[in-house]
């Protein structure tokens, strides 16, 4: 399966998704920070996602329950950066337990992990949209229910091409 995403929508099979992206559009990401969606194609390296929230997220990729000392580095000087670390955490990093619901599911794309480098750019998530659908750091976000309805879809050999 090919799951399609422009600056308005996420479309795969016959579904398709309104979604926000990058404050500064689709382009070749150069940099951590530039709020630029990245242009290429991906695979999804794994879901995370609030149980207390998402009691019965159904997919047949791996999940992983986030907890409340979990974050993702940002910081280009951390030898974690771009990778999942456990808080309290000496370098800078999002939390993705959040009190909003943004990070209640999260799909992480395999975007800057294979050799990961640094400055290039980090967490390139599929997660929840803010209110109207509010431009994002980088990442794709579209509605709870989309999301909800996109999980159930996706496989192991998924694609995921950012035109």
């Not at 920070?33 to 929230?53: Q, S």
């Not at 992480?108 to 949209?129: D, E, Q, T, Y």
């Not at 879809?153 to 950012?162: A, D, E, L, P, Y």
Request: charged share 30%; aromatic share 12%; net charge positive.
């Amino acid at each position: 399966m090919h799951i399609y995403i422009n600056n308005k929508f996420v479309s795969y099979n016959n579904y398709k998704a309104k979604c926000a992206i990058g404050k500064r559009g689709i382009s070749i990401k150069k940099k951590e920070g530039d709020f630029i969606t990245p242009k290429g194609t991906f695979k999804i390296k794994e879901i995370f996602y609030r149980k207390d929230r998402v009691p019965n997220l159904i997919t047949s990729l791996k999940k992983t329950v986030i907890r409340k000392n979990m974050g993702w580095c940002d910081d280009p000087k951390s030898k974690l950066y771009n990778k999942l670390i456990n808080f309290p955490f000496k370098y800078s990093a999002e939390k993705l337990y959040r009190k909003e619901n943004t990070y209640d599911i999260i799909l992480v794309l395999n975007f800057n992990l294979n050799p990961v480098r640094k400055n290039k750019g980090s967490a390139i998530f599929i997660h929840v949209a803010k209110k109207n659908f509010q431009p994002t750091q980088g990442c794709i976000a579209l509605n709870k229910s989309d999301l909800i309805e996109l999980v159930k879809s996706i496989k192991k050999n998924t694609v995921v091409k950012i035109i």
